[in-house]
């Protein structure tokens, strides 16, 4: 009787069991590995958009920024642009992407007339010049890997090497014309992040190009784009967003040291933004009333592109397993970021506060 009775129980149990299991959602970030080696580590940085800062801002204050930055030794540094290739492909389809392409595509024309090669051509060439790029490179092979980045469509990984270059190398030469040196000089005295955070510490670490990771192919402004920019626009007219322009304006004008500067990104990147973020802009839009949805097809794409962005840097590490690598991105993906990349199996998420207290 007492056999029976703890065999019937053991038996109830492990049917308890499974149906618990089965009811709970399996869960990819549980199961981190590999159990031997060096896991990929990443360490996501929000940032405002630099160019949206007073014309009085002094770029040298990110100083100290870069210092903690290139103390971490980042083997990767990912940044928020929209690759060559993904531009290549939206140019392909204009019925939808004809604002995308206008917003975050530059014009390569002078690059492909001077370079005689497109977007894919360019990138293969790109591939193949790094693959035996020497330890010390010319002024001569700097510029001609510049302008076959420029082609390419990675004006940002271009600026990398022309900041490698003495003053008196940064010319025109047989690779290099002087429309693209313009295009290249244009670039290094532009203010946004990815110039004047990444790009330099690209140089610093001894990196040859940044990555670009963003991702606009879930684009759609439906059939009436004027009304959709409307009615976002009034979503995002909500309590939230003025909290947030209120924090960003009582400190951003007083940017002028170092110091001050580490304190704005301590605070973009501490764990009360995202809430804020949410409720003033897609919370705000996922409730959005248009008969046409325009609120939910925005939220459709904020979320698409941000799984894109973290596929696109998972993918980054791929080829080098055990790597490290530095996400540089607008403040309110960083969040998304960090959850969709901790879900990964060879992933670790860095605190990157602790990078920047250092």
């Known amino acids: 009787m007492w056999g029976k009775s703890i065999l019937i129980g053991a038996l109830w149990m492990c049917a308890t069991q499974a149906a618990i299991a089965q009811a709970q959602p399996f869960d990819p970030g549980a199961h981190k590995g590999p159990r031997q080696g060096t896991q990929n580590e990443v360490a996501v940085l929000g940032t405002a958009h630099l160019a949206g800062l007073p014309e009085t801002f002094d770029a040298s204050a990110l100083a100290a920024l870069i210092d903690r930055l290139a103390a971490w030794r980042p083997q990767a540094i990912a940044i928020e642009s929209v690759s060559g290739q993904q531009c290549d492909l939206l140019r392909r389809y204009p019925a939808r992407y004809a604002l995308t392409v206008n917003d975050y595509c530059p014009d390569l024309s002078a690059a492909a007339k001077a370079t005689g090669l497109d977007v894919p051509a360019a990138n293969a060439a790109a591939e193949t010049m790094l693959a035996s790029w020497p330890a010390q490179p010319s002024a001569a092979q700097r510029r001609a890997l510049a302008a076959t980045f420029l082609a390419a469509g990675e004006q940002d990984s271009a600026l990398v090497q022309w900041l490698y270059l003495a003053a008196a190398e940064r010319r ?20 946004n992040e990815n110039t004047l955070i990444a790009a330099k510490l690209a140089v610093r670490l001894g990196h040859q190009r940044l990555w670009p990771m963003d991702d606009h192919s879930a684009d759609r402004y439906g059939p009436n784009p004027k009304a959709y920019v409307a ?16 924090q960003s304006s009582a400190l951003e004008p007083q940017l002028a040291t170092p110091e001050k500067v580490l304190a704005m990104y301590r605070r973009d990147n501490g764990a009360d933004v995202a809430p ?21 097809m925005y939220v459709t794409s904020w979320e698409t592109r941000n799984l894109r962005m973290a596929a696109n840097i998972r993918d980054l590490m791929g080829a080098t397993p055990g790597m490290r690598t530095l996400v540089l991105v607008g403040a309110s993906h960083k969040a998304y970021l960090d959850a969709y990349l901790a879900q990964m199996h060879d992933v670790r998420i860095v605190d990157v ?3 920047l207290l250092k």
Request: avoid cysteine; glycine fraction near 4%; aromatic fraction near 6%.
């Open 353 to 355: 506060q602790q990078t």
């Open 231 to 246: 009615a976002i626009r009034k979503a995002w007219d909500n309590p939230a967003s003025k909290q947030r322009a209120a």
């Open 276 to 296: 804020v973020a949410f409720a003033s802009d897609y919370g705000a839009a996922l409730e959005e009333p248009s008969p046409e949805g325009y609120g939910r």
């Open 172 to 191: 025109a030469d047989d690779a290099l014309n002087q429309e693209l040196v313009k295009v290249l000089e244009t670039l290094r005295s532009s203010r």
